[in-house]
């Protein structure tokens, strides 16, 4: 059934998740929004009448991904400063996404159809923790399997450097470095050797696109 109440809360819930993870920009969105939405477009009135679990549905994610998609796309000059940075004050952050919801109605309400794909590389240093882990054990070489890669991007995980808690693993000229903050007992500095890595997934992305 649905709440509207709940499903304008799950923007503050989303927020608190955002600012934990270090994106303040999608935290800033997603604050902003919690006040900004209203029925004044048929997107802001599908969110708030939202009849699933809005958390679980990820309802923040898909209005912001479809936001983030125009200020990509350059079509709202105001929505860019948001996501820029330039604009940062609560008030006219939030008279900005309210005026947008209206003006980009029909190129937002498909995004709400479902939940955006979070890409991300830096997962990949979970994977190759447990690789280190295995390779002390069994023997440097690994094929990578993923179910549900998404656009791909941990498939490359042979072609990244890491540094987890100051051991390293991966070509030294990498262009990209994972580096992310340690806690707890180190992973083994053992030697790795990816020598495939394939996957699936029902919608994959192309980066290219």
Same mark, same amino acid.
């Given at each position: 059934?649905?709440?509207?109440?709940?499903?304008?809360?799950?923007?503050?819930?989303?927020?608190?998740?955002?600012?934990?993870? =270090?994106?303040?920009?999608?935290?800033?969105?997603?604050?902003?929004?919690?006040?900004?939405?209203?029925?004044?477009?048929?997107?802001?009135?599908?969110?708030? =009448?939202?009849?699933?679990?809005?958390?679980?549905?990820?309802?923040?994610?898909?209005?912001?991904?479809?936001?983030?998609? $125009?200020?990509?796309? @350059?079509?709202?000059?105001?929505? #860019?400063?948001?996501? #820029?940075?330039?604009?940062?004050?609560?008030?006219?952050?939030?008279?900005?996404?309210?005026?947008?919801?209206?003006?980009?109605?029909?190129?937002?309400?498909?995004?709400?159809?479902?939940?955006?794909?979070?890409?991300?590389?830096?997962?990949?240093?979970?994977?190759?923790?447990?690789?280190?882990?295995?390779?002390?054990?069994?023997?440097?070489?690994?094929?990578?399997?993923?179910?549900?890669?998404?656009?791909?991007?941990?498939?490359?995980?042979?072609?990244?450097?890491? =540094?987890?808690?100051?051991?390293?693993?991966?070509?030294?000229? #990498?262009?990209?470095?994972?580096?992310?903050?340690?806690? @707890?007992? $180190?992973?083994?500095?053992?030697?790795?050797?990816?020598?495939?890595?394939?996957?699936?997934?029902?919608?994959?992305?192309?980066?290219?696109?």
């Amino acid at each position: 059934m649905a709440n509207e109440p709940a499903n304008r809360a799950a923007f503050d819930i989303q927020a608190g998740y955002c600012a934990a993870m =270090d994106a303040p920009i999608t935290a800033r969105v997603c604050t902003a929004l919690a006040e900004a939405l209203d029925r004044d477009s048929e997107t802001g009135r599908w969110v708030l =009448d939202w009849a699933g679990e809005p958390v679980a549905d990820a309802l923040a994610l898909r209005l912001v991904g479809g936001l983030h998609a $125009l200020h990509r796309a @350059g079509v709202d000059p105001a929505l #860019s400063a948001v996501f #820029s940075c330039v604009e940062t004050d609560p008030a006219r952050v939030s008279a900005t996404l309210k005026g947008t919801l209206v003006a980009h109605n029909a190129a937002l309400l498909p995004w709400l159809n479902g939940p955006p794909q979070t890409n991300e590389a830096a997962r990949s240093a979970g994977m190759m923790t447990g690789i280190l882990h295995l390779a002390e054990r069994y023997g440097p070489r690994f094929e990578v399997l993923e179910i549900g890669s998404s656009a791909g991007l941990n498939l490359l995980i042979d072609r990244y450097r890491f =540094d987890l808690g100051g051991v390293t693993v991966g070509p030294s000229a #990498s262009p990209v470095t994972i580096h992310p903050e340690w806690r @707890g007992t $180190l992973p083994p500095g053992a030697p790795v050797e990816i020598e495939s890595a394939r996957g699936v997934d029902i919608h994959p992305v192309d980066v290219a696109d």
